[in-house]
C-alpha cells in the first residue's frame, strides 16, 4: 500500500526506497543534503537529517522540468 501523495508532504512505512544522496555532499563528509529515491512514475525528496521524516513527492515529468529550470543559464 503507497501512502505518498503526489506534491505534498506524507509519510511511508509501507514503501521501500532507495535513497540517493549527491557524490559532492558524501564528499564533503556532511549528511546535510537533500536525499532523492525513484519509485514508478514519482521522484521522492526527503532531508537526510530527518530520515524518518515526511518527504515530497514529485511526477517523473515534473521533476525533469524542475531540473532542466536548475540547469538551464540565466538568461541576461
Request: charge should be neutral.
Amino acid at each position: 500500500m503507497e501512502e505518498f501523495s503526489v506534491g505534498r508532504l506524507a509519510y511511508s512505512q509501507s514503501v521501500h526506497l532507495v535513497w540517493r544522496k549527491s557524490s559532492a555532499s558524501e564528499s564533503q563528509g556532511t549528511d546535510e543534503c537533500v536525499e532523492v529515491a525513484v519509485l514508478n512514475s514519482h521522484v521522492y525528496f526527503r532531508d537526510s537529517k530527518h530520515k524518518d521524516g515526511p518527504c515530497l513527492a514529485v511526477p517523473i515529468r515534473q521533476f525533469a522540468v524542475l531540473r532542466s529550470m536548475l540547469h538551464a543559464k540565466p538568461s541576461d
